[in-house]
Nanobody
Framework: QVQLVESGGGLVQPGGSLSLSCAAS????????MSWYRQAPGKVREFAAS???????NYADSVKGRFTISRDNAKNTVYLQMNSLKPDDTAVYSC?????????WGQGTQVTVSS
């Protein structure tokens, strides 16, 4: 059974940083493309960042240069380092695993950027 558990969210002031983690189980982590998505109140879920099995990364224009996605296959964990946070980054962040042409995602962790 695929399980994805996010952690690390919280309240941070504009300009601050947060590091999110997503612990994965129930599948061969090293064989799955992993992504982070986010959903702000009243908005559709949107792509933030992805990392392939080979380590190639891709970012939404809105987070490029501020967010960094990484993975540790030994720990079955994907990370999202978020710097220079803005109020527009406020959202529920969830990780996504692409396994055998199917997307799975966790329940998410809330990130609130506010002074």
């Amino acid at each position: 059974q695929v399980q994805l558990v996010e952690s690390g969210g919280g309240l941070v002031q504009p300009g601050g940083s947060l590091s999110l983690s997503c612990a994965a189980s129930g599948f061969t982590f090293s064989s799955a493309g992993m992504s982070w998505y986010r959903q702000a109140p009243g908005k559709v879920r949107e792509f933030a960042a992805s990392i392939s099995t080979g380590g190639s990364t891709n970012y939404a224009d809105s987070v490029k240069g501020r967010f960094t996605i990484s993975r540790d296959n030994a720990k079955n964990t994907v990370y999202l380092q978020m710097n220079s946070l803005k109020p527009d980054d406020t959202a529920v962040y969830s990780c996504d695993a692409y396994i055998r042409r199917t997307h799975y995602w966790g329940q998410g962790t809330q990130v609130t950027v506010s002074s």
